[in-house]
C-alpha cells in the first residue's frame, strides 16, 4: 500500500507567504514606484550653479543644510543640491538675474502632491488586504482542524435533519410501544395543528425521553421527526458549555431562534442533565455559574415561544433525579416518556429489526435468543446480532445460525472464549464441580429458573466456568422464596467445594458478591425480613446507571441489617449444601461428564440427573 502523505500545509507556512509578501512590497515594489512618481531630483552643487549661470532657475530656497529651487525649463519638478560654504552665494544669484535679464525669486519650494490615493493604496491598502485575505485562510483552515466551536462563538452548531436524511419511522423502533403511543399525538399534532386549535387543546412544548442507556431515546426523537416530515435539530447538552462566560445561553438563544425560523419542527437536547441539573448557588461564585446562566436561558426561551406554531422540544436524559425541578413543571418538559429495557416480546422484535440487514439461516430462533437475554438494552442485542454475524464470517459461512448468537450472547455475557489457557487438571476439576454444584442445586428447588448450559472453558472476563440459566416466561415479580433460592444458587458453586474438596477457592467471587447484594436488597429494600417488616432502609441513586444506594437508617440499625444479611447467606449457604449431600452420586457423576465435555447443554444435564 502506497503511502498517504499529507498534504496540509502548517500554520507557519502561511505567516511565511504574508511576510514575505510584506518585505516585497516594502523593499522593492514601494520604494521603486515613488522613484519613478517623484517630483523631487537631487543635483550637486556644481550643477546649481550652472543652472544659475544659464539663467534656468527661477525661484531658490536656502536653508541650513541645503538648496531647493526650481527651473524654468523643468517645471513641476523641485530640485535639490547640498549646501557649501559660499558666502557669496546671494550676491552672484543677483548678479547672474541681472545679467541674463530671469528674475530669481527668493521664497519657500514645496513640491506638488501627486497621486496621494495611489501610494496609499500601494503603502497600505494592498498590504491590509493581502493580511486580511491570509488572515481568512488560516481562520479557515483552524476551523476545519478544530471544528466550528472555536470561531463561531454565539452559535447553536445544531446538527439540522431534513425528512430525507434521518431515514427513520415508527417502525425501525422495536419494542417501545408505550412510548411510540405517547409520541404519536405529536406527531398528529405536527400535522393537524388546526384539529387542536380548534377545540381549544395545546401540545406540551416539551416531552422528556428517560430511561436506561441503549434503549432507543435518540432513535425514537429521530423517528418522530421522520414521521412527521418535519426539519429536526440534534444538539446535546455538553455543546451548550463553553469556556467563556455567556455563551451557552447565546447557543440556546440562537438554537430556539432557528427553530422558531424553521416552524413546525423539532429540536432534541440529548443528555440534556448536562446543563439541567438542579440550581445550587452555594456551589457557584454568587450563583453567576455558567451553567446556571444556560440553564435559566433554556427555561426563558421555553416560556418564551408560542406552541400553537408547532415548536416541540424534546430531550432525553438517563438521570431525571438530577433534573431541576423548574425544568420539569407544566409549561415546560410537563410530558415525561419512560423509555424502559424491553420485555420478552420486545427483545424478540428488536432482534428481528436489527437481523434485517444480515443473512440469517432457517434454523434461527428469535424467541430463544430473546429469552436468553433478559435485561438487555436495544443497543446490547444490536451487538448480539453483530457478533453472530461476525462469528460466522470468521467460520467461513455467509449466514448466520442459531449457534453464531447463542455464542454471541455468551460473549456479551462472559466475553470471549479462552482457547489456549492453560489450566491445570486438579482447578478444571475443581472447576467443574463448582459449576455442576450451581446447577444442581437450581435443578433441584422448585423456584428457580432451568439450566440452559454448562462451560467449563475460560472467558476473557475472568471467568473460569459458569451456568447459564433461561427462564421460560418473562418475570416481573420476584417472590421471598425466589429471592431466597437464588442465593441458595448462588452458594452451590462453594457448597460444591467443600462437599467434594473440604476446602474453599477464590473461585466463589462473584458469587459472594451477588449473593450478598441481594440478601441485603432483601432486608433493606423490599421488606421480605421479619426482623425489619415493611420498613424502608435504603434508597436507590441513578437507579438507570447502575441503581446505586444509600442507607437511610442509624449506625445501630446499620449493624442489624448486617445481622440479618448474614443470617439470610447462611441459611442458604446450609440448604445448597443438604442438596449437594442428598445428591452426592449425581454431582460426581456430572461433573465427571462435564470434564469430559467441557460444555454441556440443559438437556444433556436434565437427562443425567433424572436417569435412574
Known sequence: MKEQKNTKKP????????MLVLIILN???????????????????????????????????????????????NEGKVYIAGKMDDPNLVDRLRASSIATGNEIKFSRVVPEEHSTLLNAMIGWLIPMAIVIILGQLFARQLQKRTGPGAMQFGKSNAKVYVEAQTGKRF?????????????????????????????????????????????????????????????????????????????????????????????PCIVFIDEIDTIGKKRDTAGGIGGNDEREQTLNQLLTEMDGFDGKKGVVILAATNRPESLDKALLRPGRFDRRIPVELPDLAGREAILKVHAKRVQLEDNV????????????????????????????????????????????????????????????????????????????????????????????????????????????????????????????????????????????????????????????????????????????????????????????????????????????IKSAHEKAINILKENANKLHELANYLLEKETITGDEFMEILNRA
Open 11 to 18: 500554520f507557519i507556512y502561511y505567516y511565511g507567504i504574508m
Open 365 to 568: 430462533d428469535f424467541n430463544a435468543i430473546a429469552r436468553a437475554t433478559a435485561g438487555a438494552s436495544g443497543a446490547e442485542l444490536a451487538n448480539i446480532i453483530n457478533e453472530g454475524a461476525l462469528r460466522a464470517v470468521k467460520n467461513g459461512r455467509n449466514k448466520t445460525s442459531h449457534e453464531d448468537l447463542e455464542e454471541a450472547v455468551e460473549v456479551v455475557i462472559a466475553g470471549y472464549q479462552r482457547k489456549n489457557a492453560v489450566i491445570s487438571p486438579k482447578e478444571k476439576k475443581i472447576v467443574a464441580y463448582h459449576e455442576i454444584g450451581h446447577a444442581l442445586v437450581a435443578a433441584k428447588q422448585t423456584e428457580s429458573a432451568p439450566v440452559h448450559k454448562i462451560t467449563i472453558i475460560p472467558r476473557t472476563s475472568g471467568a473460569l466456568g459458569y451456568t447459564m440459566q433461561v427462564a421460560e416466561e418473562e418475570q416481573f415479580l420476584l417472590s421471598k422464596e425466589e429471592a431466597f433460592n437464588k442465593i441458595v444458587t448462588f452458594t452451590g458453586g462453594r457448597a460444591a467445594e467443600e462437599v467434594v474438596f473440604n476446602t474453599f477457592t477464590t473461585g466463589a467471587s462473584n458469587d459472594i458478591e451477588q449473593s450478598t447484594k441481594l440478601a441485603r436488597a432483601m432486608v433493606t429494600r423490599y421488606g421480605m425480613s421479619e426482623e425489619f417488616d415493611m420498613m424502608a432502609l435504603e434508597s436507590v441513586n441513578n437507579p438507570y446507571l447502575g441503581g446505586e444506594s444509600s442507607l437511610a437508617c442509624s449506625s445501630v440499625t446499620s449493624s442489624k441489617i448486617d445481622d440479618e444479611v448474614l443470617r439470610i
Open 171 to 263: 417502525e425501525d423502533v422495536a419494542g417501545q410501544d408505550e412510548a411510540k403511543e405517547a409520541l404519536t399525538e405529536i406527531v398528529d399534532f405536527l400535522h393537524n395543528p388546526a384539529k387542536y386549535e380548534e377545540i381549544g387543546a395545546t401540545m406540551p412544548k416539551g416531552a422528556l425521553l428517560v430511561g436506561p442507556p441503549g434503549t432507543g431515546k435518540t432513535l425514537l426523537a429521530k423517528a418522530v421527526a421522520g414521521e412527521a416530515k418535519v426539519p429536526f435539530f440534534s444538539i446535546s447538552g455538553s455543546e451548550f458549555v463553553e469556556m467563556f462566560v455567556g455563551m451557552g445561553a447565546a447557543k440556546v438563544r440562537d438554537l430556539f431562534k432557528q427553530a422558531q425560523e424553521k416552524a
Open 27 to 73: 523593499t522593492f515594489v514601494v520604494p521603486y514606484y515613488n522613484k519613478l512618481t517623484s517630483k523631487v531630483v537631487e543635483v550637486d552643487y556644481g550643477t546649481f550653479l550652472s543652472m544659475v549661470e544659464k539663467g534656468d532657475v527661477t525661484t531658490v530656497e536656502i536653508d541650513d543644510k541645503q538648496i531647493a529651487f526650481l527651473s524654468k525649463s
